[in-house]
């Protein structure tokens, strides 16, 4: 597929990025030479604003790591922002900036000119490096308020917008186009792409008549957005003695769907090594290896959740990783993951004050709840490599974005937890025993805490059922029934997780019902630091006994 062609996959509303480009021109060329299926160029259009952020330069910083020579970036120079002139917030030497990024740097004066716009472009296309083109330009060029920051944000007053119509010969009605200028374009936009897009039709049909299975998939991953990925968690055997760090449980199952498709990759942002996520069985993605599906993306958390968004529009099934507290550099990302319901599954690891000695920087707290507040957004917390391999199940089966909460904690495989049973959101792993005096619901690692406060309080006397919630999104989808069958309102229920307390008032009878952190940690060991928090058996124990014995004692009274 060229850039200049409009094609059936480009009508479907696709769009594409630089990487995502490289990656699957790549890999359709391991299967047909010189083919020009996948062949077109990323353009960004760009201000002022745009690279003041900082985004731009971890996005730029990477583009040029890779060499992403398909990458035109377009940066319209008026300088002109919202609030003033570029010259009381952006003084540096673009060009110079750029060329330290080693981009291929080229400087239109005229940005009124569109023939120098498009020699412009042409040069960039030759070009063996990412380009910046810079367009000079003038803001509300012609208008009362041109060449002024009034007219970034406001609306043309209506004696203003008829003067410069008029100047500009255009006697149209607003949003009405004249026929013959319509004409016009699309006579040019045909004979510009006609012989391009005949030509790759051409082998478009020849793939299809062909029996390669390769080129098939990537046709119905493009135009069907068909991508299936058989994982079936009944063939993952897992030895009944089973006892490791979720992290590394997490990467093996990973690892165990990698090798069913070429369309699941990703990274992480420099902690592929403590997060677990490397693909052990694939290649690491470079100019020189362009089909390695693992993606070193640096110290740039947010650039590489923008990334995995223009990948994901290429209905590429990938994934990046970092650590929980670190969730918040990348929160615009993962909100647009969302706006546009991308399958981009982010991994985040050290997810709770158990890290320890990493401090109160990297113990994190308020994102779970965070996480869990983003509209069309799937959070996971498993407890197991059960619940592991049931929230896969789920990403690999849904096209949404998700979030999978991962301790670094080592943990058995419990008894009573269910891969199946994840897609549910919650359900139970420790039934009452002879009568219900109570639930206690927890998440991730918490889910084995609350299993051994479960067993201490049915010794003091009290039955209690415990229910695993890896996803509340989930089971807050559920008929109604199958809460009340869960969380049957005449008993008790206390809700038992390391990180904010505030959501679960949703669930929990009284909010001290609720056993949470909602302080930031120390640096310490986490025995200590448990104790710091009063997040011990023994503190939660005592205090949910106290509990039943007040509520006795009001009973007599």
Not at 138 to 167: M, Q, Y
Not at 487 to 516: D, Q
Request: hydrophobic content about 40%.
């Amino acid at each position: 597929m060229t850039e200049e062609t409009s094609n059936c996959i480009a009508k479907k509303g696709k769009c594409f990025n630089a990487l995502a480009e490289r990656y699957l021109r790549s890999i359709v060329n391991m299967e047909r030479k010189n083919s020009s299926l996948i062949d077109y160029y990323t353009y960004c259009l760009c201000g002022d604003g745009d690279l003041m952020e900082g985004i731009s330069y971890e996005a730029l910083s990477f583009a040029s790591t890779q060499n992403l020579n398909k990458l035109i970036l377009l940066y319209d120079n008026n300088q002109v922002t919202l609030d003033s002139r570029t010259d009381r917030t952006f003084t540096e030497d673009i060009e110079l900036r750029f060329e330290a990024l080693n981009f291929n740097i080229i400087h239109v004066k005229n940005g009124s000119n569109y023939n120098d716009i498009s020699d412009a472009i042409a040069d960039a296309k030759r070009s063996k490096r990412s380009s910046l083109i810079i367009v000079d330009t003038i803001i509300g060029a012609g208008s009362a308020l041109e060449n002024t920051n009034e007219v970034h944000g406001k609306v043309l007053a209506k004696d203003d917008l008829a003067a410069l119509k008029n100047k500009l010969g255009i006697m149209t009605k607003p949003f009405e186009i004249e026929s013959e200028v319509l004409k016009t374009f699309q006579d040019a936009i045909l004979e510009r792409v006609n012989k391009k897009y005949r030509l790759w039709q051409e082998e478009y049909n020849h793939i299809l008549e062909e029996q390669n299975a390769g080129l098939h998939s990537i046709i119905n991953l493009l135009e069907k957005n068909e991508l299936f990925i058989d994982f079936d968690d009944t063939k993952y055997k897992i030895s009944d003695d089973y006892y490791e760090e979720l992290r590394l449980s997490n990467q093996k199952v990973m690892n165990f769907i990698s090798p069913k498709s070429p369309f699941f990759l990703g990274g992480s942002a420099d902690l592929s090594s403590s997060c677990k996520t490397l693909l052990t069985k694939s290649s690491v993605c470079s100019e020189q290896n362009p089909v390695g599906k693992n993606i070193f993306f640096g110290v740039r958390e947010h650039a590489m959740g923008a990334i995995l968004n223009g990948m994901a529009l290429s209905n590429l099934k990938v994934f990046g990783s970092t650590f929980l507290s670190f969730s918040d550099y990348l929160k615009p990302a993962m909100r647009l993951s969302a706006l546009m319901n991308l399958p981009v599954t982010y991994i985040f690891t050290h997810d709770s004050f158990f890290v320890g000695q990493d401090g109160p920087t990297h113990e994190p707290v308020e994102q779970l709840s965070m996480l869990r507040t983003i509209p069309n957004f799937t959070t996971f917390r498993p407890a197991d490599i059960n619940e592991i391999m049931g929230a896969w199940e789920f990403i690999l089966k849904n096209n949404g974005p998700s979030a999978l909460v991962i301790s670094k904690e080592p943990k058995p495989k419990y008894k009573y937890t269910n891969a199946k049973f994840v897609k549910y959101g919650a359900y139970m792993v420790r039934k009452e025993k002879y009568r219900l005096d109570g639930v206690i619901i927890a998440t991730g690692s918490e889910v084995e805490l609350a299993l051994q406060i479960a067993q201490d309080l049915y010794v003091a006397g009290h039955d209690m059922r415990v229910v695993s919630m890896p996803s509340m999104e989930l089971f807050l989808k559920q008929n109604p029934r199958y809460e009340e069958q869960l969380l049957p309102k005449h008993v008790p229920v206390f809700c038992l997780e390391a990180g904010s307390s505030l959501m679960w008032n949703r669930f929990a009878t009284k909010p001290e019902y609720i056993f949470g952190v909602n302080k930031f940690g120390q640096s310490a060991k986490k025995e200590e630091l448990a104790k710091y928090l009063k997040f011990t058996k023994n503190d939660i124990l005592e205090k949910i006994i106290s509990f039943y014995e007040e509520k006795d004692n009001s009973d007599i009274i």
